[in-house]
C-alpha cells in the first residue's frame, strides 16, 4: 500500500497537457541522434566489470563551506555569460578523481575518451512539466565526454566543468520529445543501454544524484543517515545522497577493491571531501 503525504496534489489535478502524447512526437527519433544510448538486437549481457564481486563503497562528506569553494575554485575564468552550478561542480570532481583511480595513463589510448552518464530528473523537463512530487521516474541521461588525457591533466576540473553544464543545460524539452520518439522504436528496453556501461569501472563514469530527495522528512522513526549495502547501489555507480539536514553533502563512492588505495590518496579529492564511513 502506498499513502500519499498530504502535500501530494490527487492526480485527477494535473493539467490534461501532461497526458497529451503529440509533444513526444517532435524531433529526432533515430538511434544515430541519440548516441548516449546503445541498442542491441537481443538483451545484452552484463559487462565484466558489472559482475565482478570486488565492488565496495565509501561515504564521504562536503560541508557547505567546502562546496562554496569547490564552486568558486571551478567558476576560475568563466566568462561572464558563462555560469556552473554546484552540482556541475560535484559531478566533475567526482569524474576526474574516480577515474584517476580506474585507469592508468600510461596504460590509455592517447585517443580515448571517458563518457559520463549523469542521470537528470526530467520533471521540470518537458514540453508539459511534470509536478515536483510526481511519482516515478522521469529521469533522462546527460552524457559529456572528455579525453582521458585532457580530464586527468592537473587545471581540467573548470573546462570539465563546463562540459557538464553544457550537457545537462541539453536535456531540454525538445530533447525529451527527440528521446521519447526514440524510445517509443526501439523493439524492446531490454536491448538498449547507456552508452557508458561497457566502460564502467574503467574509462567510464555513472553519476546519480539522491539530493533532493526528502528521505530526512519523512516521520518513519528515528535514524541517523540514508546508506547502503556495501556493495553501493551496482558496479560503477556513484550516487550523491539526500542532502542532510545540517546543509552537508555525501557522495556514496564505488571503485575496485584494488583501486580504493589511489583513490584515497588523491589530493584533488581530500580537498574539498572528507570520509564519513563505509556503508
Given at each position: 500500500?502506498?499513502?500519499?503525504?498530504?502535500?501530494?496534489?490527487?492526480?485527477?489535478?494535473?493539467?490534461?497537457?501532461?497526458?497529451?502524447?503529440?509533444?513526444?512526437?517532435?524531433?529526432l527519433d533515430t538511434p544515430d541522434?541519440?548516441?548516449?544510448?546503445?541498442?542491441?538486437?537481443?538483451?545484452?549481457?552484463?559487462?565484466?566489470?558489472?559482475?565482478?564481486?570486488?565492488?565496495?563503497?565509501?561515504?564521504?562528506?562536503?560541508?557547505?563551506?567546502?562546496?562554496?569553494?569547490?564552486?568558486?575554485?571551478?567558476?576560475?575564468?568563466?566568462?561572464?555569460?558563462?555560469?556552473?552550478?554546484?552540482?556541475?561542480?560535484?559531478?566533475?570532481?567526482?569524474?576526474?578523481?574516480?577515474?584517476?583511480?580506474?585507469?592508468?595513463?600510461?596504460?590509455?589510448?592517447?585517443?580515448?575518451?571517458?563518457?559520463?552518464?549523469?542521470?537528470?530528473?526530467?520533471?521540470?523537463?518537458?514540453?508539459?512539466?511534470?509536478?515536483?512530487?510526481?511519482?516515478?521516474?522521469?529521469?533522462?541521461?546527460?552524457?559529456?565526454?572528455?579525453?582521458?588525457?585532457?580530464?586527468?591533466?592537473?587545471?581540467?576540473?573548470?573546462?570539465?566543468?563546463?562540459?557538464?553544464?553544457?550537457?545537462?543545460?541539453?536535456?531540454?524539452?525538445?530533447?525529451?520529445?527527440?528521446?521519447?520518439?526514440?524510445?517509443?522504436?526501439?523493439?524492446?528496453?531490454?536491448?538498449?543501454?547507456?552508452?557508458?556501461?561497457?566502460?564502467?569501472?574503467?574509462?567510464?563514469?555513472?553519476?546519480?544524484?539522491?539530493?533532493?530527495?526528502?528521505?530526512?522528512?519523512?516521520?518513519?522513526?528515528?535514524?541517523?543517515?540514508?546508506?547502503?549495502?556495501?556493495?553501493?547501489?551496482?558496479?560503477?555507480?556513484?550516487?550523491?545522497?539526500?542532502?542532510?539536514?545540517?546543509?552537508?553533502?555525501?557522495?556514496?563512492?564505488?571503485?575496485?577493491?584494488?583501486?580504493?588505495?589511489?583513490?584515497?590518496?588523491?589530493?584533488?579529492?581530500?580537498?574539498?571531501?572528507?570520509?564519513?564511513?563505509?556503508?
Open positions: 500500500m502506498h499513502l500519499n503525504p498530504d502535500t501530494t496534489s490527487p492526480c485527477e489535478q494535473l493539467p490534461l497537457s501532461v497526458f497529451e502524447k503529440t509533444q513526444f512526437e517532435l524531433g541522434d541519440h548516441p548516449e544510448y546503445m541498442v542491441f538486437g537481443s538483451p545484452p549481457a552484463p559487462p565484466p566489470a558489472m559482475l565482478k564481486p570486488t565492488f565496495r563503497t565509501e561515504v564521504y562528506r562536503f560541508t557547505p563551506e567546502s562546496l562554496v569553494r569547490l564552486k568558486e575554485d571551478l567558476s576560475a575564468g568563466l566568462d561572464r555569460n558563462e555560469h556552473i552550478s554546484t552540482n556541475d561542480a560535484v559531478c566533475a570532481l567526482i569524474w576526474r578523481c574516480v577515474l584517476a583511480a580506474q585507469v592508468d595513463l600510461d596504460e590509455v589510448s592517447p585517443e580515448a575518451i571517458s563518457l559520463n552518464t549523469i542521470c537528470v530528473d526530467g520533471r521540470s523537463r518537458c514540453l508539459s512539466p511534470l509536478p515536483e512530487n510526481h511519482i516515478g521516474c522521469p529521469m533522462v541521461y546527460a552524457t559529456p565526454g572528455v579525453s582521458v588525457v585532457q580530464m586527468l591533466a592537473a587545471d581540467s576540473l573548470p573546462d570539465v566543468a563546463r562540459t557538464i553544464r553544457k550537457a545537462i543545460a541539453g536535456t531540454d524539452e525538445h530533447y525529451i520529445a527527440s528521446l521519447v520518439g526514440f524510445l517509443q522504436g526501439v523493439h524492446s528496453y531490454d536491448c538498449i543501454a547507456p552508452a557508458s556501461f561497457a566502460g564502467l569501472m574503467d574509462t567510464n563514469v555513472m553519476i546519480s544524484s539522491w539530493l533532493r530527495v526528502p528521505f530526512y522528512d519523512v516521520n518513519c522513526g528515528k535514524f541517523d543517515r540514508v546508506r547502503t549495502v556495501h556493495e553501493g547501489f551496482f558496479n560503477g555507480s556513484q550516487v550523491v545522497m539526500p542532502r542532510l539536514p545540517t546543509g552537508e553533502m555525501e557522495v556514496v563512492i564505488g571503485l575496485d577493491q584494488a583501486k580504493w588505495d589511489k583513490f584515497r590518496q588523491e589530493k584533488l579529492w581530500t580537498r574539498y571531501a572528507t570520509v564519513d564511513c563505509s556503508p
